[in-house]
């Protein structure tokens, strides 16, 4: 009876311990940006922890700020140091968590939309984002597609690829000033800092999957994400069919 009322109570102790645990890794995952404090030069692109070696001489002019403040002014989170980053919680739909199996199993209704306001070629989009929640968000932001590479177009600065011309037709007509919606999946953003997402329409369809299936677009598997099989099954497929770009 005693040792039964013993593991019993380490049970609920264990159990306890876990919850704790758990809230404190949550709270680690998603820290409140407004009270975070973070270090920052007046020039530098990055901001810091306090005790950044790459701050050690900038002296005086190193100031703390908020993590939002970081996050408003487009600061980047420094390599070196690794200071808090903001995940943008449950407001930034992130397709790798919990990770979907497929691309068309997304929650439409936690995406962000966003108006397009010019197609730039057959993966890239510029989009006009009316609320622009969470912060890292801006109102007007730059979109590559994420998963895919579709062939260079004339006025691009690389040489044209074969099918680039018809990938951006097709975007255009697809997508040129209609409202879409948005999610994301481990990386927001690129090296240039343009915004890393996957494109619905308001029917369901995500069109970083469609341009692959219909030979518009490339799977792009340099980088990983969520979608990389399903996105690779699609070109074996369009290949196969001899779709698009695949038709030379
Ligand atoms: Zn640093």
Redesign the pocket.
Known sequence: MRRGARSEKTAVLFVFLLILSCSVKAEQQTPDAAKTLVWVTPSGK?Y??EN?P??KNSGSTVKSISLEDALQRGLEP?S??N?PVYTGGADLYRLNNPPLRSARDAQLSRMIPARVTEVVDGDTIKVRIPNPHPIQLKTDETIRFLGIDAPETSTSPRPAGYYGEEAKTYVAKLLGGKDILLAFDWDLRDKYGRLLAYIYLQDGKCVNLMLVEQGYAFAYVHFPFQFMDEFTQAQAAAKKQRWGLWSR
Request: glycine share 0%; proline share 10%; with cysteine.
């Open positions: 990055k810091h922890k950044c790459t701050l420094c070196v140091c200071p």
